[in-house]
């Protein structure tokens, strides 16, 4: 039976949600986190929804991704009177990450692995376009190509030509670089335990805040971490 009213609660024998099976729920094996262009538009062919391909580029090694929201609101009291009044302003979001530092694209690279590298005469030329194999070998290591997703673009437009490298290869250290001035997209795909699409959102419009690394002596793994602001969420319509 379940809860529907305070009449008919019964804690002893029933849950409050009693059609909930063990297999609905979202854990972080289930959940899949990946970056790819500034807007949900340019990611999905202007569709919102998610057809099984895309843009996105899944990021690995993940520890830790936190989503914050917050809405500024205005409190406003008057004389002769304890109750009070809201007026609610704009909402402000923003992501940290957390990511295991490894031989590979490093997490900065992979935020922006919408921005293929183009090689030009005066400048590194950010561009889409066709980018070539899913993995890439560096060194004889097997590891993930972040060009790789912009197979499926079907728009090609120009993007900033960086004047400052933001690292050497696929290791992007220098947040001071330009190539961080321009935004990035991340995606967030929810499924159960049963491989059942829970939800998706799109932080569009996303700019690296800060990036740390921090290693002691007793570092076993050395950890990257990011912060970054978003324009706004928008929820991706999952088609599976």
């Known amino acids: 039976m379940a809860t529907t009213s305070y009449s008919n609660w019964d804690f002893h024998n029933y849950h409050v949600q009693q059609d909930l099976k063990g297999g609905q729920f ?15 538009d340019a990611a999905t062919d202007g569709s ?26 205005q409190r406003i009291f008057e004389i002769g009177s304890t109750r009070s009044y809201f007026v609610p302003g704009r909402t ?5 990450i957390g990511r295991t530092f490894y031989y590979g694209p490093s997490l900065m690279r992979v935020l922006y692995a919408y921005y293929r590298n183009k090689v030009g005469t005066n400048n590194s030329k950010f561009d889409v376009g066709e980018s070539g194999d899913a ?15 912009l197979l499926n673009t079907t728009t090609v437009e120009s993007l900033h030509g960086i004047q400052r490298a933001p690292g ?16 990035t ?3 967030i795909y929810f499924k159960d ?16 805040q800060g990036h740390q690394m921090t290693v002691s002596s007793g570092s076993v793994l ?12 928008r929820p991706i319509k999952m088609i599976s």
Do not use: H
């Open 222 to 233: 050395i950890m990257e971490g990011v912060s970054m602001q978003y324009d706004r969420i």
């Open 26 to 40: 979202v854990s972080a094996e289930s959940t899949l986190v990946a970056a790819g262009p500034p807007n949900l």
């Open 48 to 73: 919102g929804s998610n057809s099984g391909d895309g843009v996105v580029y899944p990021i690995g090694m993940l520890e830790s991704v936190g989503i914050q929201q917050n809405k500024q609101l």
């Open 193 to 208: 335990a049963n491989s059942t699409s829970v939800g998706a959102l799109y932080c569009e419009e996303s700019y690296i």
């Open 135 to 149: 993995t890439i070998t560096i060194d004889g290591q097997v590891v993930p190509n972040p060009a790789f997703p």
């Open 185 to 187: 997209g991340l995606a």
């Open 92 to 96: 402000i979001g923003s992501v940290s």
């Open 168 to 183: 050497e290869d696929y290791f992007w250290i220098d947040l001071a670089s330009d190539v961080f001035a321009q935004p």
